[in-house]
Every structure is written in C-alpha cells, then in structure tokens.
C-alpha cells in the first residue's frame, strides 16, 4: 500500500519535466493560426521513436507520464505553442530524453529542434505577442534608493526605512508582486519626510543617533581595505551629516563572553579620522607590569607608547601583575599571551575600571553638513605573533565553547554618530547644489515664500521632470507649489514640496499606458518617454538622467543607433554598478552570502572579510565581463579573477599582498576560472557543514540551464553520512543511495552527478583532494543527457557547449528588464536575441542591445 | 563595504539610543495605561499568532517531542512545551487538527512548504503562480483587524525575523509572497512582514521627536494624502478600465493611512509614549525574537495594535543556532529522516523557541491592566504549518492556545480532536471568542466543540 503510494509520487515527482520551468499561463491566441507548414515526415518519425514511446495516452492514463503528446492535433505548431516550447526547452537542456533511453543522434535531433523552433519563430513573426507589462510597476527598496540618490544628490540607507521586498522569478523587481499596502504607504511617508529633511538641511533635523555595529566575524587583527594603512581592524562608516553643527562620536570596543573588557598588556590605541582627516583619539592603557613586579621573563617587543592617561605603566610587559591568590609562588611565569586575559591577573576593581574604560570615549566636534567618510580604528603595532599563539577562531564566540577571548587585540563593538547639536546652518551639501540651481531674488531664506515663488516653481518643474521622468505640465507642479507656499521660508517651503513629491504616485510608481489609439488586445510600440524609464531601470536600477529623458522627449529614441549608442553610454555609466549588484547579485544568488555561516569548527577561518571578498571577487568580475564587453560565456571560461590577500591565500594563489583587489590572471585550465570556481558560488551552494551536491546540481540546472527541479519529495528517505558498519560514506557514496530509490532517482540522477563533479571545492569554496571519507575525490560527473565529463574544467565544457548557457542567461536577463516572468510567447524573442548576439560572440553588448530592442522590450500588448 | 549598519548591541534591548529624547520606559508608559485601564470599559482582545517554520521534532513513528501525553486535564508536558508549564491553567493544547489547504492538490509535491504558510491563517489553497495573478484567501487575523483593530492605530502588525530577500529561497512557481507572509487583507493582498526592530518602533511610535512634533507631522502627513488622493483621481481617470481597477491597491492604501492618522490625532498628544528607539536588527536569534517580542509587548499595552502574526522563521530557511549547540541549518535538520538523534537536536531547536515565547508570556503575565493582566486579555496560537516536518505532513498540526481571552478559554486542558478536522474550524472558534463571528473561513466546516462552548 506504502510502496504503491511512494511510487505514485515518484512518478509524479519524475516527470515534473512537463510541468516545470516555462509558465503555464498561456495566451491562447484567439486569431486564427498562419497557414500550418506541412510537416516533414522525418520530423514526425522522430517525435514519434524518441518522444511518443513514453508520451502516449497510454502512459498518461497509466499515470508514468504528465503529458500525452500523441494527439494529431499537437502538429498545429501555432495552436499549441506552449506546449512545443516545453518540448525545445527540455530537449535543448538535454533532460529529455532522459538519460538511459534512446537518443535521437546529433543530426537528426538538431533538424528536429530546428524545424520545430523555425515553425514556432515563423508564427510569432504573422502574429507578434510582446506581453503586457503591469500597468503600474512600484519601484522597489534599492530602486527607491538610487532614484533619490539620482534625483537630490543623496544617498543614504533605505532599509532602515522601509521593508525589504516581496521576489518573484528570482528578482525583486517583479511588477506583479510588488504590491501596495497601508503599511508601505506610511513608511513611504515616514521616508519622504526623512529624505527631504536631509537633502535640504531644513528646518534644522532634531538630533538623532546612527548606531553602527561590528559584526563579531568581522576580523579586528588584521589592515581592513579601504582603511588607512599603518592600522588594523576598525570601520569605516560612509554618513550623511544632516547640518553644520556639532556631533558626538561615541566608540565602543568589544566585550567578552562575561561582557568584560578583555586584558591586553599593551595600550590601545583608537585614531578617528574624518574624509581621512585625524580628528581624535582614544587609548585603553595596558595592564602590563605594576612597578613592583618590574621585570620578569618576557620583557617583549619594548619601546612601546606609554598609554595616555589611566595612569597605567608601560605596556607590553610580560610579568604578571601584582596578583593576589598565589602571589607566594615567586616562580616566573611564562611570557603572557596578552589577549587570555585569564592569565593575567587583575583585581576586581582594575577590571570595573575597565569595564568604564570606554563610557568616556565620546568625542564632541564641530562637522560640516554633507556626506563624509568616518574611520574609527586601531593603530598597529607588530604584526609578530608569538609562535606558540594558534589563532583558532577568527570570530570571538565559538558555537557552544566557552574559552575567553581569543582576538589579539581590542575590538571595535559599536560606533555611534549623534547629532546635529548647536547647529549653525544647513552648510553647502550636494543636495542643496542639486536642488536650488536658482535662489529667490533677494531676503534669501529667511522672507516669506513668496518671494521665492518663481525660483521655486523653476526648481520644482525640473525636479518633477527627472521624478516623474516625463514632461511635466503645470498640473503637476501646482499641488507642488501649494506645499512649497506653506513653508516658513523658502528651504523649509522646498523641504515641503519635496517631501510631497517623493510620495507622488508618479514617484512610486512606473506608470504605462495603453495609447487612446490602441486596439484592444494588439501590440503597439510604446512611447520613447515608457522607454526610457524601462532602459534607465533595466541598467542602472534608477531614474533616467537628463540626457536620456531629452532624448527621449524628442522621440529619438526608436531610432536603433541612438538606442544603442544610449545603451553603450549607460553601461560604461557608474550606475551601471546597480545592473552587475542588483541583476548578478540575485540570479547567481550573491545577496545569500549575507545570511551564510559556516560552522566554526569545520571552517575555523570564514570570517565576514572572507564572505565580502567572495561577493566582491564575482561583483568585479562580472562587472568586468560588462564592462569590457566581453563574452557572456566568461563567465565560465575567464582565464582571471579579482582577488586580495585574503582571498588569494584561500584559493592557494600565491604573491597576492594586501587587502585591495586586483586583477589577476589564473594559469590555463585553472579551477579557479569562471564563476564555477569563485568562492561565492561554491559556498552559497552548500550547507554550513559540508557540500551540497544536491544543491549545488540544482543551482546548475536552474541558472545555467533554465530548467529547474522540484524540490524534493516528502519523506524521500534516509541520505546516512555512515555505512552499516559505521564507516563514514564519501559524498559520492552517500549521494549514490539517492539512485537506489526510485522515489528519488529521476530528478537525483540529474542533479547529482553535476554537483559531484565540483566535490574539489569544499563548502567554503577551498581547493582539496580528500572528501569527508578521507578518500581521495572522484570528482567525475554526467549532463543530463547523459555524457560524462570528469571535473570542474569538465563541467565548464559540458555547459560552454550546451545549447541552453546563453538562452538562460537572456532568459534571465530579459525577466529582469521586463520586470515581469517570460511566457511561452516570450520565446522567439529570446531566440532572435541569441542568434543575433551569436554573430558577436555573446558579448555582454549584443546580448543587452538585443534585450533592448526586442519586441516585448519596446512593445506591449493593450488591455 | 564592511560595515553592517545598526545592529544592537549583545543582550540589550531597546537600548537608549534616543539621546535627548530618552524617557525611563515604564515611567513614560504605566501612568497612560492606567488611565486607560481605568476608562476601559470592557477588557480588550487581543489575538497573536506565532508561527514556527519547518515544522516540530516528531516522526509518525513513535518519536514526539510536541504532543503531550494523555488527555484532557491531566496531560503531561512534552519536552518542547515544557517551557510553559508555568501557564499550564490558561493554555489548551490541540491535537488533530489538519490544514488540508496546504496540502499539494493538483499542484505537486512541490510547494509544500510554502503552502503550509500561505494557507495556515486562511484556509485557502494558494493559486500556484509566480506572477501577477496571486490569489489566497483573506487570513483569520485580518479578519479579526477590520473587527477589533478598527479603533487602533495600527490594526495589525506583521512580523518575522526571517530576512526575505535571499535568492533561491521560495519553492518553484510560487511567489515568494506566499511564504513571506501569513496576513492576506484580501484574496490578493499580501501584507509584508517585517523583521526590523527599528522599522516596527517606528510603526509604532513615530521616528522620534517630541509628541508635540509627531502630532503635527501627522496633521502633515494628513494634508499630503488629501493631495496625492487628488493625483490618483486624475490619474485613474487616463486609464482603461481594466487598469483602473489596479491602481485601487494604492487607493485603499491612501484612505486606510488616512483613517490612521485620523487615531493619532485622536489621542491627546501626552498619550504617545517618549521611548528609546532600537536600532537595527540584533545578529543573535534570541535577541532578536526578545526584541520583537517586547515590540509586540510594547504595541499591545499602548493599545496600538490588537492582532499580531509573528513568524520565527521562514519555511525552508537555513539558519544556524550556535548559541545552543546547533550547527545544522533548520529546514535540513528539520528532515530528520526519522533520526533519534536527529529529532533529539531538532526538539532542543522547537524547546529554544517556546522558551522565548515563555518569556514573552511572562512579560505579558506580569504587566497589570485592568482587573488582571495583559495576558488576562489576550489569546495566542503558537504552532507550525507542518507537523512531521519529514514527511511535509499538514495534518494533526502542533497547536497550541495560551492565554485567559478575558475569561473565556479554560486552560489545563489537551484535546485531541478527530484527525483531518480542519484548522479553520480553531481559528473561527477564536475568532469567536475575540467577538468576531465570521460564518465561515477557508474550508471550515464549524466551530471546534468543546473549544467553543466556553
């Protein structure tokens, strides 16, 4: 009964082939179809040997398969082109057919899919269908913050304003999901109010405090990129500073498991510094060697500072403190370590001193308004570590191992930025230079707005313009106005004609329209203005520039050249560094390194540096890919990479010093090469206690293959780490009891042997031979459609030469332009744009323009 | 680039970060209770739901760290409800129920987890979509806002502590939307949830400045509706109809932070509370739920919300508990493939979480309102959307009711309700007992007898 069940569910779950992947909401077309092309006979045989064996009533009804494709009527391609489009897509991946049945060979299975492809091109082309775009499209958390970063020259964090965003097909910016709530509409409020209190510095914001907190995996020992150099640990917080006036920085250093100030027997030493400019300091004294026990053993490293104030003796002294309980054993001790606070000795009341050492450490200076890069860190001393000293943690609290302290030196906790106190004006900001281009004539601020009425419907018409990117008429300036005018003075007017602005549905929303003109249920062309702010959201996940809108207004934009010459000037823009964030962040799964923690005890050295310079090693790379319009398949293929010493010393790569990044050219047939062996990948696809080649294979054949697989059945069944006899298994071995069972086998024996093939890199993405057996890896691995391949290099080569790479890159790329999921009907799109971009190589270039100057790009079909 | 912004610190909470503006919590807080107690004129409601992801330590075969043993009033704690043996007379443990919503249909196995969320509070079968046409149905807890959140600030709050924007994170073909959330307003309205200590505070209270400042800056905030309301008149009307009817999201959103703001200015501006302002979001699990918690603490003795879903989790989610010993992410070792040890380590998680709902309750049972306490006056569901979470299973779901719904629930009590009796059936029951009599929601099929009687 139990195993008649299980094996209904396998089956079920076996062919999720048919159902996965391309969306099942179909547009059936209600025109009648192109003249139907007769079909070849060799066509029909092969559909019929390869796929009807299985696809057939029979089967179906016998519930083996999801789908019949036996019905004479599947040959009207037009009509059932969802359908054909699932069966490109699952023969173009090589799932289907499966592995272990037979194949059509290479020439006849490429006739096929070509015929069938040029059937279903030929009929989008009689009868195009771009899709519909939502009519209203909110812009999302990070679009919020670029579009006012844009717009009044300030850039801030939005999300401790408002909630992260709901995703749909992988992206955040999908208009269907992004919906609007009461809630969200208070926050919008609650920000726009913020915001343009900031940008205009008036009415003078009431004081506040930025709390800014060190996570405890962020390493303190060790230089910091982008920190001075001749400094360890520390942090460095980009703020913006509201007023010219007077702001309390408060430090705060690390505490141990006992929330103590640790024990160090040198003086340390805070330097703050403002736009790199040293602007105070603190020092926490030693607890080195008390005058009367002078001497000892371990007089080390000398010559240190005597610490400012505290009234403590010289650091770096060995010799224990004058210590109480066994103070009779007059032997020596050996050289304290000194971060173990528990070997030296202080008295109750030394460590509440210490414990206060910080409460002080707050430090009142006048700050001009604007945004300014704070730095609070650690002077270095010698970077001589006692040889017996083992750095086993990188972070402070090891998972459920009470041991003291193990960093070297103290650590920054909290830094905190109150302020404005006393303040004197709204300074000279880049907001203030972006928003007031013109002052009212005379009495400057301080007489009534209406002075000022003309300046300020000047500056608010281009505000509004570049906000609502559009041409704005006096309609949408007037309510504009009317808070202006109920200003005391003409920045606190401004202020409030802002703050209105920003919560504009215009703002908020990317509004299209369906043109008076349009034919119910037809495509047309958008308007130049629609698509300017789909190619400045599509590329730099923000507002389009004044540029872009000119040409826009002027209806250049269809022009092809001026298009593409539009999109080559906004790819080597800055703000492109939103498309490589936003867009590679989330379909390789980037954003996950954040939540990523590995256990400590099987990964002792992943520490927060580590986690950033994985993100970072593939942000630069892609962004490179782009950049350089390089070819989408370096992104498997690239013979370099972008590494510091931290990440460089992790991969094993030698003569890479210091902590900023550079370029570095990996040998021939690296493993390193392509983002198949970069550390963010390899990590976010694995569990926190080892690999996953489940997850790993999964990864593979969503996003580079574009056909994912249903998540794993209830109860499938026991995956044991040990054989009977209690021998630990190799992830090989443990994987292989997948294939055992039936239940499991059909989408296992796809994932598997993909993710297998990537067992060299463990779950931190570090290069080894041994599994967890202690075996040496087999790393051999098998597509799909069953080829076998040995390795990483192997796999990079199996997918460089799959036909489904590049469209599931385009796929990937256009759902996030489009902001909406792609349908059957998107296909042929997809398609043009490919074999276009095949022409050029693949460069990032072609692919972008093809995206851009597609159908359901610049077209829309009316409600 | 290395920076983490607002964190708070280790082992503090709400810690004063509101410079100038910090007033002694209770101080500012007790004497406006106490007022309010006094003018009470009936105990108020309040209904919160907590949701656990992943499901509970428990196997169909014989291992079960949740279910009690025995029945009726001389039940015996499980291990991972043994934190709240000290409320053993005011809470109702519920055995049998199902969610059969949540189970997959026609839609496959795939999505059971989302499913197990989407459906809990509402007793629908979630459309299985990624795109535009969403559809559930509207959640017990929304039901029980448009009711008895009518006359508050915020009618509800929806909370996690989960981060929802991770890559990869949601079941195929289905919306994100679907797990994210247990609060649907309507069949196609989402709400958020959000896991900011920071943002909730100010949901709550305003971002700082002196009650005088937050009561004008709602009178503003007021007249800048009134204007954008005016916008989206002229705008619906160079729509088509079809589209027309979409941009009323934004409408009602407009018109219910209206209404909203309409309470604010209600209250005389000495009723809002002066308060330290949490800063971020704490990096240790137990923090961070305490802090929610003392959030929602907050928000209920203010009398700013009555209805509260509060997820620890999201299904599926990855976490790591280091702080006790757990190294495993959750939904992996939620699939405990009938593991003794496994399932040992699994109920030392579930045991982890209902202490902190333990505390919570404790907080709720020592704050005095009215002739008794806020727990007095309050009814929680604790529980998960799966059961065994090995199998998926959606049906005799862990449950448990705590609290005294101002003298209407018995407590002491374990009932084992026939399997398949749907979950809907419970939540109508305390919706009841919150003085909301919807006839019907999801697929229920009525009230639970015996629950219901008193």
């Known amino acids: ?863 | 680039m290395f920076v983490t912004k607002t964190f708070l610190p280790r082992r503090t909470f709400l810690r004063g970060v509101g410079a100038t503006l910090a007033l002694p919590l209770l101080d500012a807080m007790v004497p406006a209770l106490t007022a309010q107690a006094q003018t009470a004129a009936r105990p108020i409601r309040r209904l919160g739901f907590i949701y656990l992801p992943n499901g509970v330590a428990r196997n169909f075969t014989g291992i079960n760290y949740w279910t009690p043993l025995g029945e009726g009033p001389s039940f015996e704690f499980s291990p991972i409800l043994k934190p709240l043996e000290s409320f053993r007379d005011r809470m109702v443990v519920i055995s049998g129920l199902a969610q059969h919503q949540a189970d997959a249909h026609d839609d496959g196995a795939n999505g059971d987890h989302t499913r197990g969320t989407s459906s809990w509070l509402t007793g629908v079968h979630p459309k299985r979509t990624e795109g535009a046409d969403i559809r559930n149905g509207i959640s017990a807890d929304q039901i029980a806002a448009a009711e008895i959140g009518r006359d508050t600030a915020q009618p509800s709050l929806e909370l996690a502590i989960d981060l929802n924007f991770l890559g990869g994170q949601c079941e195929n073909s289905y919306a994100c939307a679907y797990m994210n959330t247990l609060s649907w307003s309507s069949a196609t309205t989402p709400l958020p949830t959000e896991n900011n200590p920071r943002i909730v505070f100010e949901r709550l209270f305003g971002d700082g400045g002196t009650p005088e400042q937050r009561v004008a800056r709602a009178k503003e905030n007021r007249s800048i509706l009134d204007s954008v309301m005016a916008d989206l008149d002229r705008q619906q009307k160079s729509l088509g109809p079809g589209d027309r009817t979409k941009v009323s999201d934004y409408v009602d959103s407009v018109r219910e932070v209206e209404r909203r703001i309409q309470r604010v200015e209600q209250r005389s501006a000495s009723d809002l509370p002066d308060l330290n302002q949490p800063s971020g979001i704490p990096e240790r699990f137990d923090e961070h739920v305490k802090l929610m918690y003392e959030l929602q603490w907050l928000a209920y003795r203010a009398d700013i919300t009555r209805v509260v879903t509060f997820m620890l989790g999201r299904e599926l989610n990855f976490r790591t508990y280091p702080e006790i010993g757990i190294t495993e992410g959750h939904h992996g070792l939620s699939h405990h493939q009938d593991n003794p040890n496994q399932l040992a380590k699994y109920a030392k998680l579930n045991t982890y979480q209902t202490e902190l709902f333990g505390w919570f309750l404790e907080k709720l049972k020592s704050t005095p309102e009215g002739d008794g306490t806020l727990l007095d006056h309050s009814l929680f569901l604790y529980g998960a959307g799966l059961s065994n979470p090995n199998l998926h299973a959606h049906y005799d779901l862990p449950l448990v009711l705590v609290g005294s719904a101002a003298g209407q629930l018995k407590g002491g009590r374990h009932i084992v309700y026939k399997q398949e009796t749907p979950m809907t059936n419970l939540l109508l029951s305390m919706l009841d007992k919150a003085g909301v009599r919807p006839e019907k929601l999801g697929d229920s099929t009525g009230r639970l007898e015996v629950l219901s009687g008193l």
């Open chain 1, 1 to 863: 009964m139990v195993h008649n069940w299980r094996a209904a569910v396998c089956v079920a779950g076996a062919l999720w082939l048919a159902v996965a992947s391309v969306s099942r909401a179909p547009i059936q077309a209600a025109q009648t179809s192109p003249t139907p092309s007769p079909v070849p006979a060799a066509q029909r045989a092969v559909f019929k040997q390869y796929c009807l064996s299985c696809h057939n009533e029979t089967l179906k009804k016998a519930g083996t398969v999801p789908v019949a494709l036996d019905a004479e009527s599947l040959w009207d391609v037009a009509g059932n082109a969802a359908t054909w489009e699932k069966v490109v897509l699952k023969m173009r991946a090589g799932v289907m057919p499966p592995a272990g049945v037979p194949h059509p060979d290479r020439p006849a299975r490429a006739s096929f899919l070509n015929w069938i492809e040029g059937e279903l091109d030929r009929v989008a082309a009689a009868r195009p269908n771009p899709g519909r775009t939502e009519p209203f499209h909110r812009l999302n958390r990070t679009e919020y913050r670029n579009a006012v970063r844009d717009l009044l020259a300030l850039d801030i964090d939005v999300s401790s304003m408002l909630p992260a965003d709901d995703a749909s097909y992988g992206f955040d910016n999908i208009a269907g999901v992004l919906k609007m709530s009461p809630t969200l509409m208070e926050q919008y409020l609650a920000a726009a109010q913020r915001v343009s209190r900031l940008a205009v510095g008036a009415p003078a914001p009431a004081p506040s405090i930025e709390y800014v907190r060190i996570t405890d995996d962020l390493p303190q020992d060790v230089h910091l990129p982008g920190l001075p150099f001749g400094t360890r640990g520390g942090t460095q917080v980009n703020h913006v500073f509201p007023a010219d006036a007077e702001y309390e920085i408060r430090v705060r250093i690390a505490r141990d498991l006992n929330e103590s100030v640790p024990v160090y027997t040198e003086a340390q030493n805070v330097e703050i510094n403002i736009d790199g400019v040293r602007v105070g300091g603190f020092t926490l004294p030693g607890v080195g060697a008390q005058p009367a026990r002078q001497g000892g053993a371990g007089n080390r490293g000398g010559g240190a500072a005597p610490a400012r104030g505290g009234g403590a003796a010289p650091a770096r002294s060995g010799a224990p403190p004058a210590a109480p309980a066994d103070g009779g054993n007059q032997e020596p001790e050996r050289p304290q370590i000194s971060q173990i606070d528990a070997g030296i000795r202080v008295t109750a009341r030394q460590r509440e001193e210490r414990n206060r050492a910080d409460e002080s450490w707050n430090l009142r200076i006048p700050i001009k308004a604007g945004p300014r890069s704070l730095v609070v860190t650690f002077t270095n001393r010698t970077s001589a570590i006692d040889e017996s000293i083992r750095l086993p943690f990188q972070r402070p609290y090891p998972a459920g191992v009470n041991i003291p302290e193990t960093r070297l030196g103290v650590h920054l906790r909290s830094v905190e930025i109150a302020g404005p106190y006393n303040v004197t004006g709204p300074g000279d900001t880049p907001s203030r230079q972006r928003i007031f281009s013109c002052r009212p004539a005379q009495g400057s601020g301080g007489a009534s707005p209406a002075i000022g009425d003309a300046c300020a419907r000047r500056i608010l018409t281009t505000l509004a313009r570049r906000a609502y990117r559009r041409p704005v008429t006096d309609a949408d300036v007037t309510p504009l106005l009317a808070f202006y005018r109920e200003g005391d003075s003409f920045d606190e007017g401004m202020q409030r004609a802002i703050r209105r602005l920003l919560v504009s549905p215009e703002f908020l929303l990317r509004v299209e329209r369906d043109p008076a003109s349009a034919k119910s249920g037809a495509p047309y062309r958008i308007s130049d203005i629609e698509l300017a702010s789909r190619l400045s959201f599509f590329l730099w996940s923000s507002i389009p520039d004044d540029e872009l809108l000119t040409v826009a207004e002027r209806g250049q934009l269809r022009d092809a050249a001026v298009l593409s010459a539009q999109v080559k000037r906004m790819l080597a823009d800055k703000r492109s560094e939103a498309f490589v964030v936003n867009f590679a962040g989330q379909w390789l799964f980037l954003r996950n390194l954040q939540a990523v923690v590995p256990v400590q005890v099987i990964f002792p050295d992943f520490d927060d540096t580590l986690r950033q310079a994985f993100r970072r090693e593939t942000e630069l790379f892609f962004d490179s890919l782009v950049r350089e319009d390089r070819s989408v398949l370096d992104l498997l293929r690239a013979d370099y990479t972008f590494l510091n010493e931290r990440l460089a010393r992790h991969y094993g790569i030698p003569n890479v010093k210091g902590s900023h990044f550079r370029r570095v050219s990996l040998g021939p047939g690296s493993a390193r090469s392509g983002i198949l062996g970069q550390g963010s990948i390899l990590t976010v696809t694995s569990y926190p206690d080892r690999t996953s080649p489940v997850v790993r294979g999964k990864w593979i054949l969503e996003n580079l293959l574009g056909t994912p697989p249903p998540p794993p059945i209830p109860n499938a069944g026991d995956l044991k780490p040990t054989s009977g006899d209690g021998i630990v298994l190799s992830m090989r071995q443990r994987m292989e009891q997948h294939r055992r069972s039936p239940v499991c086998a059909s989408c296992h024996a796809m994932m598997d042997p993909l993710g297998l093939s990537l067992e060299n890199f463990d779950a931190v993405g570090k290069w080894r031979t041994l599994g967890e057996s202690s075996g040496s890896i087999d790393a051999s691995g098998m597509f799909p459609d069953g080829t076998k391949f040995q390795g990483a290099s192997g796999l990079k080569q199996m997918l460089l030469q799959s036909d489904r790479f590049v469209p599931t890159a385009t796929e990937k790329l256009l759902t996030y332009a489009l902001g909406r999921g792609l349908e059957h009907y998107d296909a042929p799109a997809v398609r043009a744009i490919v074999r276009s971009a095949a022409r050029d190589d693949y460069r990032f270039s072609s692919l972008i323009t093809g995206i851009v100057q597609s159908p359901p790009f610049t077209m829309r079909r009316a409600e």
